[in-house]
């Protein structure tokens, strides 16, 4: 990867923070409420999988030069992981304690890691396989 390459997946990385922030944080009062659900999961929980499932895969992007060995690659899916669940924390928390227009919801929560677990697997197995290539 270039070093301008990896400028861009910084700023990417930083913008999609930028945008799961507002997202979570971001007051929708005139937004039109959407109610449907997608094999008996309610749309919001979809929306909140989608939102963290490109953490680890924009955060390997952005900082793949870590990763040269299969240990290194362990060690920082692993913070990665661990980063991202913070993040999914911290947000809920926000909206619970920080916004009197939103509320913290522990499913929304789960959706968050389980979006992060499932990505960085994806990425552990995409990243050991360039490595025994």
């Known amino acids: 990867?270039?070093?301008?390459?990896?400028?861009?997946?910084?700023?990417?990385?930083?913008?999609?923070?930028?945008?799961v922030l507002f997202l979570c944080f971001g007051r929708f009062d005139n937004a039109p409420s959407v109610e449907w659900s997608f094999l008996g999961i309610p749309s919001d929980?979809?929306?909140?999988?989608?939102?963290?499932?490109?953490?680890?895969?924009?955060?390997?992007?952005?900082?793949?030069?870590?990763?040269?060995?299969v240990p290194?690659?362990?060690?920082?899916?692993?913070?990665?992981l661990v980063i991202g669940v913070l993040l999914a924390i911290g947000t809920e928390w926000g909206q619970a304690h920080l916004t009197d227009y939103r509320s913290g919801d522990p499913l929304d929560l789960a959706a968050d890691v389980t979006a992060l677990v499932l990505s960085s697997l994806l990425v552990t197995w995409w990243d050991i396989r360039k490595q025994k290539k």
């Open 72 to 80: 290194k690659t362990l060690a920082f899916v692993g913070i990665t």
């Open 45 to 69: 929980k979809l929306v909140h999988f989608c939102m963290f499932f490109p953490f680890p895969i924009l955060a390997f992007l952005a900082f793949d030069q870590y990763t040269d060995t």
């Open 1 to 19: 990867m270039t070093h301008n390459q990896k400028i861009l997946f910084r700023i990417l990385f930083l913008l999609y923070i930028a945008g």
